[in-house]
Nanobody, 120 residues
């Protein structure tokens, strides 16, 4: 069993920055791929409604949604079992609940989500 705890969300003005963290309990973090998703407010909690924002493999390969390329950076610290999402130049359309996902083979776990609101 893996538990994921996200933190770092909040209210920020357009153009500002936030760094999200996702700490994982349990073992096998080093071999897992980690990802950040987001879901717009007001939508049902349907997995299909979640947008993949960024992911990072166990080997450090990263990929990003086109909408965040050049603004967001995903990174991981295997010693701390933590994955980060540095978000710069935030826009109102980045407002969403951000979820962390752990994937290792057929095993998937999700965090509880952290709210990010970009507004003046």
């Amino acid at each position: 069993q893996v538990q994921l705890v996200e933190s770092g969300g909040g209210l920020v003005q357009p153009g500002g920055s936030l760094r999200l963290s996702c700490a994982a309990s349990g073992s096998n973090f080093r071999i897992a791929s980690m990802a950040w998703y987001r879901q717009n407010p007001g939508k049902e909690r349907e997995f299909l409604e979640r947008e993949l924002v960024a992911f990072i493999t166990s080997g450090g390969t990263t990929n990003y949604a086109e909408s965040v390329k050049g603004r967001f950076t995903i990174s991981r610290d295997d010693a701390r079992n933590t994955v980060y999402l540095q978000m710069n130049s935030l826009k109102p359309e980045d407002t969403a609940v951000y979820y962390c996902r752990f994937a290792s083979g057929p095993t998937n776990y999700w965090g509880q989500g952290t709210q990010v609101t970009v507004s003046s």
